[in-house]
C-alpha cells in the first residue's frame, strides 16, 4: 500500500460509533488512508466515502474451499497469522506500509475480538509496519492477562481516550521486567470533533425542547435482572410526558441485524405513538445523526458514540453504561462519573432511570455550561490524535527510506 496510511479493525459505518472515529480521524490527519473494512458497501453509503480508500476484507464465508486450504494449512505448520493476510489481502501486498492504525474503540472489551486483534497487530509488525492502537477504552482487570499485555506490547503508541484506561495501561507497564513497552498518551475520542450536518427536524421534533433518548441491545444483554432496562426506559418516557412539556426523540447510533438499536426503539414508540409526544428517528449517517442530538435539550443514551455527539454538542446528558468507557469519559469531562452514568447492571427497579434523569433534569443548566466551558479545549486535545498520527507517519517513512 504505497503512501497510504492503513487503518484496519473497522466493522462498518452501520454502527455509527465506528464510522464517527473514522470519519474524525481522516479530517484530522494529512496523511491519505485506506480504511480495511468488514463492510465496505456499507461505509460507502454513509460518509466515509471520498474521505479515505475503502478495502472490503476478504470473508472465507464466501470462499468455502480457501477456508478449507488456510485451515489445512494453519493446522500443519501452526501459523496462525495466515487467515489475516488472507483476510487483508492487497494490504500486503508491494511496498509495506510504514504505519497501520487499529481503530481501537472499545475492541478489547470484547472477548470474540481479542484473537483477531493480536493476530493482525502481529502480522503488522512481522512485516515491519508499525503498529498505534487509536482511541481505545480496555477494562484494567484485562490488563491482568499475560497475553494482553504481550500484545499490546507490539504496539508502537497507545492512545486511550479516557483517563481510567491511561492510568491502567501505566501500572500494567510500569516497573522493571516489563520487555518492550509502548508509548502511552491519553487524548480524547476523535468523535468529539465529528462536525454535525444539521437535516430538516420531523414534525414533533421540537429544537431545544426536546429528549433524546438512545437504547440499545448490548446493554439489555449487560443487565442484571432480566427485562429491567426496557422496563426502565419505559417508565422514563411515561414519567417525560406527564410531568413535562418535552417531546422525546428516539434515536439510534447501531443498525446492524444482530445488534440493532431500532428493535427496542421501535417497541418504545409503538407503546406510546399515540401519545403525539414521540418521535422516531431513522438510520442516517454519523454526522447526521450528531445533528438530531445535539438539537436536543437533554439527551440519555446507551451508546458510547451518541452520548459522544451529545457531549460534544453541549447537551446534558445521562449515560446508562455497562463499561469503562463511559466512566472514563464522564470522569475527565464532569471530574466524577457519580449521577453522570448509570450502570446496567446496578438497575433494579422500573424507576431507578427516572432518578437519574432527574439529577441530570434539575441541574441541566450546570451541566450545560460546564460543558460549553471546557468543549473548545477537550476537542482541541481530541486534535492532538491526529497531530501524533501525522508525526508518526513522518518518522516510519523516513526510516523505511534510510
Known amino acids: 500500500m504505497d503512501n497510504k496510511l492503513i487503518l484496519y479493525m473497522h466493522a462498518g459505518s452501520g454502527n455509527h460509533g465506528c464510522e464517527a472515529i473514522v470519519n474524525s480521524l481522516c ?15 456499507e461505509d460507502a453509503a454513509y460518509s466515509l466515502k471520498g474521505l479515505c480508500e475503502l478495502i472490503q476484507e476478504r470473508s472465507f464465508d464466501e470462499h468455502r474451499l480457501m477456508h478449507v486450504l488456510y485451515y489445512g494449512y494453519r493446522k500443519l505448520t501452526g501459523d496462525g497469522e495466515s487467515f489475516i493476510r488472507y483476510r487483508y489481502g ?7 506500509a510504514p504505519l497501520a492504525i487499529s481503530i481501537g474503540g472499545d475492541n478489547y472489551c470484547y472477548d470474540t475480538m481479542l484473537s483477531d486483534l493480536r493476530l493482525a497487530n502481529a502480522v503488522f509488525n512481522q512485516c515491519g509496519t508499525r503498529t498505534v492502537l487509536l482511541g481505545c477504552s480496555i477494562e484494567p482487570k484485562l490488563l491482568q492477562r499475560k497475553d ?14 479516557e483517563s481510567i484506561t491511561c492510568q491502567a495501561l501505566q501500572d500494567a507497564f510500569s516497573g522493571e521486567g516489563k520487555g518492550q513497552k509502548p508509548y502511552i498518551l491519553c487524548f480524547p475520542d476523535p468523535a468529539f470533533t465529528l462536525k454535525a450536518d444539521k437535516l430538516p427536524l420531523p414534525e414533533g421534533f421540537a429544537e431545544g425542547n426536546t429528549v433524546g433518548i438512545n437504547v440499545s441491545p448490548m446493554i439489555q444483554d449487560n443487565e442484571k435482572k432480566a427485562g429491567i432496562t426496557m422496563a426502565c426506559y419505559q417508565e422514563l418516557i411515561r414519567y417525560i410526558i406527564q410531568n413535562t412539556d418535552m417531546q422525546i426523540a428516539l434515536i439510534p447510533h447501531v443498525v446492524w441485524g ?19 409526544r414521540v418521535v422516531e428517528i431513522g438510520d442516517a449517517s454519523c454526522e447526521e445523526l450528531k445533528g438530531y442530538i445535539g438539537s436536543c435539550r437533554l439527551f440519555v443514551g446507551a451508546r ?15 449515560v446508562v453504561g455497562y463499561s469503562v468507557k463511559a466512566r472514563g469519559i464522564a470522569r475527565d469531562l464532569f471530574g466524577t462519573e457519580e449521577n453522570y452514568v448509570l450502570p446496567v447492571q446496578s438497575l433494579k427497579e422500573s424507576g431507578d432511570l427516572v432518578n437519574g434523569f432527574k439529577w441530570i433534569f434539575d441541574r441541566q443548566q450546570e451541566i450545560r455550561h460546564r460543558l460549553m466551558e471546557i468543549m473548545p479545549s477537550y476537542k ?6 491526529g497531530k501524533e498520527v501525522d508525526r508518526l507517519w513522518e518518522e516510519f517513512s523516513r526510516q523505511q527510506e534510510i
Not at 479530517?27 to 458497501?41: G, N
Not at 492487497?90 to 509495506?96: A, N, P, R, S, W
Not at 451518541?306 to 446528558?317: D, E, G, M, R
Not at 482541541?380 to 490524535?385: F, N
Open 148 to 161: 494482553i499485555l504481550e500484545d499490546l506490547s507490539r504496539y508502537h503508541t497507545i492512545i486511550a481516550r
Open 90 to 96: 492487497q494490504v500486503f501486498k508491494g511496498k509495506k
Open 258 to 276: 444482530n445488534n440493532d438499536d431500532r428493535k427496542p426503539i421501535r417497541k418504545l414508540y409503538e407503546m406510546f405513538a399515540d401519545s403525539g
Open 304 to 318: 458510547t458514540h451518541a452520548t459522544i455527539a451529545a457531549y460534544s454538542s453541549c447537551v446534558p446528558t445521562l
Open 27 to 41: 479530517r484530522m490527519i494529512r496523511q491519505p488512508a485506506a480504511l480495511v473494512s468488514y463492510r465496505a458497501k
Open 380 to 385: 482541541e486535545q481530541a486534535l492532538l490524535t
